[in-house]
């Protein structure tokens, strides 16, 4: 598991306030799968956004990027997208 995979898994988990634990978090989860809402998928572009304009400030994370049929993996490779 890459750092950004890492990350991404660990801010998934906080919104939805489980255990911080990414290692244990499969990629093909999906959000709804772990309680997300549309307002919980608002909350986690929000992070998400934050995070990549963090590190590329020219890039950004959109709430209508986010939806709960999304797997983790979905959301790790729409942020690696974004900061490449």
């Known amino acids: 598991m890459?750092?950004?995979e890492k990350d991404v898994k660990?801010?998934?988990l906080?919104?939805?306030e489980l255990p911080n634990e990414p290692e244990k978090l499969d990629g093909g989860t999906t959000l709804f799968?772990?309680?997300y809402t549309n307002s919980m998928c608002d909350d986690l572009a929000e992070e998400l956004d934050n995070y990549v304009k963090a590190?590329?400030?020219t890039a950004g994370v959109a709430s209508i990027e986010i939806?709960?049929?999304m797997c983790a993996g979905d959301v790790i490779a729409l942020i690696k997208s974004k900061l490449a």
């Open 2 to 4: 890459d750092a950004i």
């Open 10 to 12: 660990s801010i998934i």
């Open 14 to 16: 906080t919104v939805a």
């Open 33 to 35: 799968a772990l309680g």
């Open 55 to 57: 590190q590329k400030p």
């Open 67 to 69: 939806s709960t049929h």
